[in-house]
């Protein structure tokens, strides 16, 4: 969420004609403030125009001290100041922009929406009335975790994959490489391309119980279906519990999870392996608002994955990750959301040596980002990184000892609103899968068109 350069603008050179008429402010702590914050330091603006509590009741000092105040975490400090600002003009809409933001960053969203609607019929600019629109969308989701009730989602996709079973375009070269011997290839290592459609959907109750605290439970379902392809269309099914603690800026959220995953594929063989995977997992989340432009995050997951009909590939996995949220000022209100993850992945079978098997430690990140072009209408996208490292040598290659792998996305798109709760999102994704293993080197283009509607 932001706050818009030109809502301050304004409010500003509003607040100075009542300074310029009523007081005589000190320019130079004003000017010293407005120039810290223009720095994105408003910790050292809020210091600066504390030291200068005379001037409190000068409405450009006290909107100065509220933005300073609010941008440093200081909500509570940042109504005070606003409040003075509107009992000498109460359409100063900065301050009711302002306002707003300091109680929904406090929870106090009742409070929050009734500023935000009252701005909103001042006819604001475009900026500002999609800022407020944001907002406003986001009182409601925040409602829905403090009240039961159900939440939900319904999407359909069509699309086209260029390399469903992600594997190099050359298998006996690379099976050559891989392990000194030519295979032609079969089942699913034949390079395979197809049209897909597919749905999915999800559906989650909560259940607020006192001082923060909630319940939740949801489950939810995907199935693709590949054109020609019927072998490797996909079916699958998760289930979720646990309890959320919202306190102000600050969220906690614990769940345990349970996925099951089936394809068929092509493999040979009596009975005919499958690509089937049954998942269960435990996570934690932190995530916390340092202020109302920034929020940082904090994760842990625990996960079991077991392939029933290929058990040299279970393993558990510890899961680490760290994110940050930034939104921006100005047009577009742009957002960039970065994360980082590392994992530690711990086989729980041997191949036949007893010793060897596919342990292994991934480590990576993702920087997504996001520009409006109206309050309907913004695109996306994002770039990613994850490095793979076996541990054990000669795990996937009787040639190769160590196999390492970088995996690389790019992705982009753009999403159109065009009814209160359904979207529609075209994009495009690119993956390439460079390993010291050729046989586990690949690239994948991907194309999709989606609607998606929220259900309550």
């Not at 320019?27 to 403030?33: G, I, S, T, Y």
């Not at 897909?196 to 995907?222: D, K, M, Q």
């Amino acid at each position: 969420m932001i706050v818009l350069r030109t809502v301050r603008a304004m409010a500003l050179l509003a607040g100075l004609s009542y300074a310029l008429g009523a007081w005589a402010a000190d320019p130079q702590v004003l000017e010293r403030a407005r120039k810290l914050l223009a720095e994105n330091n408003p910790k050292q603006a809020y210091v600066e125009l504390m030291s200068a509590q005379d001037l409190t009741g000068t409405p450009e000092y006290d909107y100065l001290l509220g933005v300073a105040a609010l941008d440093s975490g200081k909500f509570e400090d940042a109504i005070i100041a606003f409040e003075r600002v509107l009992a000498i003009n109460p359409n100063h809409a900065g301050a009711q922009m302002d306002l707003g933001r300091a109680y929904f960053a406090l929870g106090s969203y009742d409070l929050a929406e009734t500023a935000f609607k009252r701005l909103k019929t001042a006819n604001p600019p475009a900026p500002a009335l999609q800022a407020l629109n944001q907002y406003l969308e986001a009182i409601q989701v925040r409602r829905r975790e403090i009240n039961p009730g159900w939440t939900g989602f319904a999407e359909m996709q069509i699309g086209y994959d260029s390399n469903l079973t992600g594997v190099p375009g050359d298998f006996g070269a690379a099976s050559q490489q891989s392990f000194n011997i030519t295979v032609d290839p079969t089942g699913n290592s034949i390079k395979r391309d197809a049209a897909y459609v597919e749905a999915l959907g999800y559906l989650e109750y909560s259940y607020p119980l006192s001082r923060g605290w909630s319940l939740f439970a949801g489950g939810g379902a995907r199935g693709r279906a590949y054109h020609d392809e019927s072998d490797f269309d996909i079916l699958s099914g998760d289930l979720r519990a646990g309890a959320a603690l919202n306190q102000g800026p600050s969220q906690w959220r614990a769940s345990v999870g349970y996925q099951k995953y089936t394809q068929d594929g092509d493999a040979p063989g009596e009975p005919q392996p499958t690509n089937d995977r049954n998942t269960a997992n435990a996570m934690f989340e932190w995530r916390h608002s340092l202020d109302t432009r920034n929020q940082v995050g904090v994760g842990l997951q625990l996960t079991s994955v077991r392939f029933p009909d290929n058990k040299i590939d279970d393993f558990d996995q510890v899961y680490l990750s760290a994110s940050w949220l930034r939104s921006f000022e100005g047009k577009g209100t742009p957002l960039v959301y970065l994360s980082v993850f590392g994992t530690n992945d711990n086989a729980k079978n041997t191949f036949d040596d007893g010793v060897t098997d596919k342990s292994k430690n991934l480590a990576g990140g993702r920087v997504y980002g996001q520009y409006s072009f109206s309050p309907k209408l913004y695109t996306f996208g994002a770039v990613g990184y994850v490095y793979r490292r076996d541990k054990d040598e000669f795990a996937r290659s009787t040639v190769v000892a160590r196999g390492r792998d970088q995996f690389a996305e790019l992705l982009g798109g753009v999403t159109w609103q065009f009814m209160e709760k359904c979207a529609v999102r075209a994009q495009w994704s690119y993956t390439r899968n460079a390993s010291n293993i050729d046989i586990f080197d690949y690239d994948r283009n991907e194309v999709s068109t989606a609607v998606r509607c929220d259900l309550f």
